[in-house]
């Protein structure tokens, strides 16, 4: 169904790099939540009144706040699309962030509402009673929210939008509060036992738990995250793949929203070419960058010698001993400078971020002494770095 309205409603709808497209997938998408969460609302109160059950009347008012959400939700994509400004030379897709760190908010309300009107009920239980009208109109909203997770999720990585990511996360939660909320009312049907207030207190747990991570989510690019390894070796091969580049190490990715980025990276060139001969393929590639992959790229030209035997040689014996010392090390930037009784190796060491200060340290001493071992005349200057990648944990 889902896909029937995104090709009835969204024009051009493939193309999910443009703007406007991804709007129109948020507007879609938006419009969607607020129409299946009123009609859920209104459905569950009345279920809610009919069997006198605080955890069916509290699942009821999850979906009044989803369907706020989804009205920030919709706020929030509008106001993304708005192009770069005066104040704001990035543009504005960071709302988009904005948008669904206040939806975990009201999540997070919700849930801490549905907490104290549980625990009252568990403290001063009330008389409750069973209807299979109201049992069947839960299992229909679990219905209902599973296709909504699944629509949102599906929607959601195909635009890269966090909204639509947290979204999915909440109605997977309103998922499990229903079917808990179902328990309730069966438990209560066949054994006479009233836990309905036990279950509003899972059922508002299980907001808070879906508001937390929404707003754990959200809050992760607006601080700022490693780079992802896929996009990592996306660009890095993009830049590498012209001739006149050999190599290239610091690349650094800023979000300012879905399909919002701008990057630098230090493209290595053969220091023998002319600098404008590099100069011009770096510029080519800085263009072909925005238009091929919507980067903003900045690129630094690092000079590096080629034509060097020994240099080639050391640097070959330099990684052969930091990766001895530690598989996960890579080195860049490597230079000597000789002199009748000396060489200096002058490179950057690259380590993993759980490297603290003292180890940093003692790594330096070791690579020094071990270099020295093998090469009485070489000398290290390092210089110890992190990488901006995201490190992949090995098992």
Known sequence: MINFLVKRFVKDYENVENAKVRTAYGMLASILGICCNLFL?????FAGFLVNSISVMADAFNNLSDAASSIIGFVGVRMAEKPADEEHPFGHGRMEYIAAFVVAFLVVQVGFSLLKTAVEKILHPETLSFSLFSVGIL??????????????????KKIHSTVMMATAADSLGDVGATSATIVSLLVFRFFHINIDGIIG???????????????????????????DSEVYKKISDFVESYDG????????????GPSRSMASIHAEVPSKVDIEVSHAVVDRIERDAM?????????????????????????????????H???????????IVQSPTRINLIFDLVVPRDYTRQMREELTRQVCEKVRERDSRCACIVTVENSYRQEEHQE
Request: proline letters at 2%.
């Open 41 to 45: 609302f209104s459905s569950k109160l």
């Open 139 to 156: 299992v229909f909203s679990v219905l209902v929210k599973l296709w909504m997770a699944s629509y949102n999720r599906k929607l959601g």
């Open 245 to 256: 580049i050999i190599g290239s190490h610091d690349l650094i990715v800023h979000n300012y």
């Open 291 to 323: 238009e091929k992959l919507g980067i903003f790229l900045v690129i630094h030209m690092d000079p590096v010698e080629t034509d060097n035997e020994l240099a080639a040689i050391l640097k070959e014996m330099t990684i052969d001993v930091i990766l």
């Open 325 to 335: 010392l530690d598989s996960r090390l890579t080195l860049h930037d490597f230079r």
């Open 201 to 227: 207190l899972v059922v508002s747990v299980l907001v808070l738990i879906a508001g937390i991570n929404i707003a754990k989510d959200t809050l992760a690019p607006l601080l700022g995250e490693a780079i």
